[in-house]
């Protein structure tokens, strides 16, 4: 069985759907026409989802591959663009994604599509598995987003931290799902670029159905973006690595509070990146202070040494140049490796597939 979440929870007004569709994926462009089926909420097709709310589709006999792919297609009567309400969307989704006129939830090609790399309204997957397995939460920034912010970037490709690592646990016969909880630029001291994550913390991870670890790796904006706004004329205060670690002590204890697993991974290096702010030598002397924190202070049940993983041996303020795609994301490789680098840490949590 499947159940889909969608999500109003940034909107001001009330969203319509009128109905929605999944299927199986077939290859990158079309869908399986044989395994359309039609979602209902409370056995109907049309569901309104008040501001800030999400609601969830019944539950729907769906059989599901691991690390197969999904189409969702919703239909919305009302043009939402200029309704002048916040949409809520992720915008780092890297995948393709059509927006079509009318009502096309159950075509196999699209009439007059518009391609966009966001998903719109969508909030969650749940799958009912066979087993009990375990459940990670990945939380963070661009870097647990799957960013690589390169010329060639690649879309559909899946190449992120949280796609490897759920590669990774299945060739190696182990269970868990993986669930990708970052976003792009999201700090750990404010919310600027999303809410902070002790702020979403009820929203984003408390709900992901039977979650049971949490891996986070965040802080970096929080030393690099404020230079980076004071630099655009857009006021912000310094933080310093103590305030930043304030804050992980917070999360930690919230993780812990509620019966999960806490996993920190150390900061990564952003010396080759294009900002002042991330490459400053005091910028790094905040970067070690916090990861020295991470790795001994005993506050994290696990620690995933991602530094260690990505940073050049010569210069460890830098990512090596073959594992990064601008100097303070990695690469398509450099996600591989942090991917390795977890897996080693969590292998002996996961039990094996019966």
Known sequence: ??????????????????GATVAKNSEQDFIEEASLRRLLFDDHSTVTILPGKRVPSDPLKFSVEDLSELVISIYLPADVSDSGSPISYHVRALQTNYIAPGKQIESVNLKNPKVCTSYFFLAALDVKSQNRRPVIATVG???????????AEPIDENARFNNFLANFISKNGREAGVVNLGISGNQVTQSFL??????????????????????????????????LLNSMEIATLDVPADQIISEH????????QNGLVAIGGTLTPSGGFAAPAYFEEASNAKRQTINDWIRNSGSYDY?????????????????KSDLTADGLHPNSAGYQKMADAAYFVIESLLPLRP
């Open 141 to 151: 920034d661009s870097i647990m987003d799957g960013d690589q912010a390169a010329d």
């Open 1 to 18: 069985e499947i159940r889909l979440w969608f999500s109003n929870e940034f909107g001001n007004v009330p969203l319509k759907i009128e």
């Open 303 to 319: 620690v995933v040494d991602f530094d260690a993983v990505l940073r050049d041996p010569n210069k460890p303020h830098l990512m």
């Open 249 to 256: 002590e917070k999360i930690i204890a919230k993780i812990k």
């Open 194 to 227: 999303g809410d902070k994550p002790l702020e979403r913390f009820d929203r984003d991870i408390l709900s992901v159905s039977g979650l049971t670890h949490v891996i986070f790796l965040a802080g970096i904006n929080d030393i690099g973006l404020p230079g």
